[in-house]
């Protein structure tokens, strides 16, 4: 086992589907079955949710919402989906143990933020779930993501995409020549701009060393296989680059 305790990143878009808004019942299931299916090979799991299937930035500014405020709409987004994703969860294996910890105080809903409380969840084999990023407006939940990961302890950060299985030397729907990375430099990936994640979220996994897995959610099985040692998508880390 190549990790024990991993925090996943998930989009709000990843529980929508191909619709880009709400809820799709594959989609949600989806999610629901690869995180059980990391729980049964007794890695820890935890996961921070986006919220960008219910409420995107562009609205805010379509709508002349300030930036604080459309901030604080999203990350109420992101625990209506903590919620969803732990009914799902529930309903796919009604004997596992979800927990949804969230940043902002919504105590009939959810249980607060608590470092320590969320760790010994983990070590009690309880799914956790990560939501309202860190309760500040102008985060996206890229740093967020990252900084649970630390503050939890987890050994990597597996950032789930939708059908894009890695990051590439350029955008591959405009360059036919661009080619994926295999591994990829903390420094390179800030460097290029490679906007694999948001570039202070990177500069945090490079000054702690947190191995950070970019790969395709809709393959079936790829965060198993990551776990367990095999190479999928992209990883960035302090080593080399290396192209596929």
Same mark, same amino acid.
């Given at each position: 086992?190549?990790?024990? =305790?991993?925090?996943?990143?998930?989009?709000?878009?990843?529980?929508? *589907?191909?619709?880009?808004?709400?809820?799709?019942?594959?989609?949600?299931?989806?999610?629901?079955?690869?995180? $059980?299916?990391?729980?049964?090979? *007794?890695?820890?799991? *935890?996961?921070?949710?986006?919220? +960008? @299937?219910?409420?995107? +930035?562009?609205?805010?500014?379509?709508?002349?919402?300030?930036?604080?405020?459309?901030? @604080?709409?999203?990350?109420?987004?992101?625990?209506? @989906?903590?919620?969803?994703?732990?009914?799902?969860?529930?309903? =796919?294996?009604?004997?596992?143990?979800?927990?949804?910890?969230?940043?902002? %105080?919504?105590?009939?809903? &959810?249980? %607060?933020?608590? =470092? $320590?409380?969320?760790?010994?969840?983990?070590?009690?084999?309880?799914?956790?779930?990560?939501?309202?990023?860190?309760?500040? %407006?102008?985060?996206?939940?890229?740093? %967020?993501?990252?900084?649970?990961?630390?503050?939890? #302890?987890?050994?990597?950060?597996? &950032?789930?995409? @939708? +059908?894009?299985?890695?990051?590439?030397?350029?955008?591959?729907?405009?360059?036919?020549?661009? #080619?994926?990375?295999?591994?990829?430099?903390?420094?390179?990936?800030?460097?290029?701009?490679?906007?694999?994640?948001?570039?202070?979220?990177?500069?945090?996994?490079?000054?702690?060393? $947190?191995?950070?897995?970019?790969?395709?959610?809709?393959?079936?099985?790829?965060?198993?296989?990551?776990?367990?040692?095999?190479?999928?998508?992209?990883?960035?880390?302090?080593?080399?680059?290396?192209?596929?």
């Amino acid at each position: 086992m190549r990790y024990r =305790r991993v925090l996943m990143k998930l989009s709000g878009g990843a529980l929508a *589907g191909d619709g880009g808004w709400g809820f799709d019942k594959q989609a949600v299931e989806h999610i629901a079955d690869e995180v $059980l299916d990391l729980h049964q090979i *007794g890695v820890e799991v *935890g996961v921070v949710i986006g919220g +960008g @299937n219910i409420f995107r +930035g562009e609205l805010g500014e379509q709508w002349g919402i300030e930036r604080a405020e459309a901030d @604080n709409i999203g990350m109420l987004a992101t625990v209506i @989906n903590g919620l969803m994703l732990r009914g799902a969860l529930n309903a =796919r294996h009604e004997s596992v143990d979800v927990r949804v910890m969230t940043a902002i %105080p919504i105590n009939a809903v &959810a249980e %607060p933020y608590i =470092r $320590l409380r969320a760790i010994s969840h983990l070590e009690g084999g309880r799914i956790v779930l990560l939501v309202a990023g860190t309760g500040n %407006p102008y985060v996206t939940t890229d740093y %967020p993501a990252v900084q649970r990961a630390l503050e939890l #302890r987890a050994e990597a950060l597996l &950032a789930a995409k @939708n +059908g894009v299985d890695g990051i590439y030397t350029a955008d591959p729907r405009r360059d036919p020549s661009a #080619r994926r990375y295999r591994a990829l430099a903390y420094d390179t990936a800030i460097r290029e701009n490679l906007r694999a994640l948001d570039q202070s979220a990177v500069l945090l996994a490079r000054d702690h060393d $947190l191995p950070v897995h970019v790969f395709d959610f809709d393959q079936r099985g790829a965060m198993r296989r990551i776990c367990l040692g095999e190479d999928v998508g992209t990883l960035i880390s302090k080593g080399a680059d290396e192209l596929a």
